[in-house]
């Protein structure tokens, strides 16, 4: 019996993003928070068991290379499960600006064809195909706010934060992951990596949005004044936290009220900007067939 859904994979944020060391595997030691935003690719699935696998893929967009095949791949191997699949993705997340986008859509995928094949596979079998697919792909099966270690495979799940008002601003600036971990490398330290442990623990003890550090930012700048630009003007406009997410080109501003936000947006009338709230984890489970 061929069964369909429809799926939300939303978009994250780094409220904190500390790059510690890079380690014998090549990979950079972190501690980040992460959290879900309300900005959100939609999935449209069909499944349907099969003599052989086909995985198909449409859309508003074509990704060649697309995450969500290999992770569709991926999860039928691992239940020994032949099936027909076809995804129908609605991409709204800015693709390579540090939101996420790729690996919640994949992360998606996971969640959704053991529910379709009845199936469910257990919580470290996920991990680790997530794990497989990319560093970030891990925290998109559990979502929420959480504390991630390790080369972002390693999360923790931290309560809910209260959501303010955000303002993403995605400027049409490609930064290459690999390079800025490159660049930022010769600038860790030991004595560094300390400190950067201390501030991070003292960010979750108190529970609290700011004062918000991302690793990458002084390098990322360097390279692309503008997106430094964007982090003073949103500022400057009132917001209490203004940081890059992950590698970039993302910069997110935190603010108290709406009509801060709503005056801040108007400042940026050349580039995709999108209003979104916090997604807590319940919210997300919620939304992805993953709970
Ligand atoms: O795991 P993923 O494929 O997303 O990582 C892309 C690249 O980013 C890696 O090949 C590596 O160069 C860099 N990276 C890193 N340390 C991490 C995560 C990613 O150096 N913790």
Same mark, same amino acid.
């Given at each position: 019996?061929?069964?369909?859904?429809?799926?939300?994979?939303?978009?994250?944020?780094?409220?904190?993003?500390?790059?510690?060391?890079?380690?014998?595997?090549?990979?950079?030691?972190?501690?980040?928070?992460?959290?879900?935003?309300?900005?959100?690719?939609?999935?449209?699935?069909?499944?349907?068991?099969?003599?052989?696998?086909?995985?198909?893929?449409?859309?508003?967009?074509?990704?060649?290379?697309?995450?969500?095949?290999?992770?569709?791949?991926?999860?039928?191997?691992?239940?020994?499960?032949?099936?027909?699949?076809?995804?129908?993705?609605?991409?709204?997340?800015?693709?390579?600006?540090?939101?996420?986008?790729?690996?919640?859509?994949?992360?998606? %995928?996971?969640?959704?064809? $053991?529910? @379709?094949?009845?199936?469910?596979?257990?919580?470290? =079998?996920?991990?680790?195909?997530? /794990? #497989?697919?990319?560093?970030?792909?891990?925290?998109?099966?559990?979502?929420?706010?959480?504390?991630?270690?390790?080369?972002?495979?390693?999360?923790?799940?931290?309560?809910?934060?209260?959501?303010?008002?955000?303002?993403?601003?995605?400027?049409?600036?490609?930064?290459?992951?690999?390079?800025?971990?490159?660049?930022?490398?010769?600038?860790?330290?030991?004595?560094?990596?300390?400190?950067?442990?201390?501030?991070?623990?003292?960010?979750?003890?108190?529970?609290?949005?700011?004062?918000?550090?991302?690793?990458?930012?002084?390098? %990322?700048?360097?390279?692309? $004044?503008? @997106?430094?630009?964007?982090?003073?003007?949103?500022? =400057?406009?009132?917001?209490?936290? /203004? #940081?890059?997410?992950?590698?970039?080109?993302?910069?997110?501003?935190?603010?108290?009220?709406?009509?801060?936000?709503?005056?801040?947006?108007?400042?940026?009338?050349?580039?995709?900007?999108?209003?979104?709230?916090?997604?807590?984890?319940?919210?997300?489970?919620?939304?992805?067939?993953?709970?």
């Amino acid at each position: 019996m061929p069964v369909g859904a429809r799926v939300s994979a939303f978009a994250k944020l780094n409220l904190d993003l500390r790059v510690l060391y890079q380690r014998p595997d090549g990979y950079h030691e972190l501690r980040s928070i992460f959290q879900t935003i309300s900005l959100a690719d939609e999935i449209g699935i069909h499944f349907a068991r099969s003599r052989r696998t086909a995985i198909r893929m449409s859309g508003n967009i074509d990704i060649p290379d697309n995450l969500m095949v290999r992770a569709a791949r991926l999860c039928l191997e691992e239940m020994r499960v032949a099936a027909s699949v076809d995804f129908a993705l609605h991409k709204r997340i800015p693709m390579g600006g540090g939101l996420g986008g790729g690996s919640s859509d994949a992360a998606a %995928v996971l969640r959704a064809l $053991p529910k @379709l094949a009845g199936q469910p596979l257990p919580v470290e =079998r996920m991990m680790h195909l997530a /794990a #497989l697919l990319g560093s970030d792909v891990p925290f998109f099966l559990l979502g929420g706010t959480a504390a991630v270690m390790g080369r972002g495979d390693e999360l923790y799940p931290v309560p809910d934060l209260r959501s303010p008002h955000v303002l993403v601003v995605s400027p049409d600036i490609h930064v290459s992951t690999p390079e800025a971990y490159r660049l930022l490398s010769p600038r860790l330290s030991p004595e560094l990596a300390k400190i950067k442990l201390a501030g991070f623990q003292a960010r979750l003890w108190t529970h609290d949005i700011g004062p918000a550090i991302n690793d990458f930012e002084p390098v %990322v700048f360097q390279q692309h $004044p503008r @997106l430094k630009k964007i982090r003073n003007q949103l500022r =400057r406009a009132g917001a209490t936290t /203004a #940081l890059m997410t992950g590698s970039g080109s993302s910069i997110f501003g935190i603010f108290e009220s709406k009509r801060e936000m709503d005056a801040a947006r108007a400042l940026f009338p050349d580039d995709r900007v999108f209003a979104v709230r916090f997604v807590t984890r319940k919210g997300y489970q919620a939304a992805g067939m993953g709970g």
